[in-house]
């Protein structure tokens, strides 16, 4: 829902008169500003479909493109407006939640970090971090109190993404969940990792309502990109 609502707000600031305030563009650059708006709004569209999907509604991508292409350039529209937002807001309100249940058992979750730990190269820390190095990085590792600047994926054991950087994204080391803090202290800049987390160093026993269930150990694949040390 994170990243659905996220596309929305791009898409909507990409087309919307006003929302910058950007000088005009140099003679010549006409055809690499649409290329580029294309892009953008393509892109916005395509995570608002894959968000939809991902939520157990079936979407016509070609049908999505073609109504997209109609309003873009200056046709009318195949269903009004006020009928297509209220359409809209209803399929949201019927999206499925991210996880469909409400808690693991803690069997399956010691299961899910077992089976992370027998891959090969795999090391389990004292606390019950797993860490597997898919591409070693350089250079040194995070401290407590620094900043890092990763992509990442993660998921729950049942497979199911709950949350996904499309971008970097920089987080101080101090605000995160325990167990992740942890194995981001593990990794070097410009490595990618696999990273498996106990429920006790994730969200425990009430998990995320809506978001990740009670007692969800956490996986995430993590590509380091850079390391901002405490000032």
Known sequence: MKRLLAALTVAVAAVVPGAAQTPAPAAGAT???????GTVLGTSIAEIVD?????????????V??????VATGRPGAMDIDRARALVNDMLAQLKPIAGVDSFDTASQAAFL???AAREGAVRTPSGVVLEVITE??????????????F????????????????????PLPDLV???????MLMRPGGKYRLTIPPELAYGEGGIPGAIPGRAA??????LLGVQKEK
């Open 51 to 63: 968000a939809f999907e991902g939520g157990g509604i079936a979407v016509d991508r070609g049908v």
């Open 152 to 171: 990442y994926v993660g998921r729950l054991s049942d497979g199911t993404i709950f949350d996904a950087t499309d971008d970097p994204v920089v987080f």
């Open 218 to 223: 956490l996986q995430f694949v993590v590509e």
């Open 31 to 37: 055809d690499s500003l649409s290329v580029a708006l």
């Open 65 to 70: 493109a073609e109504s997209a292409v109609r």
């Open 178 to 184: 325990p167990g992740l803090r942890e194995g981001l």
């Open 137 to 150: 990085g350089e250079g040194a590792m995070p401290g407590e109190n620094d900043s890092v600047s990763l």
């Open 114 to 116: 077992d089976e992370a």
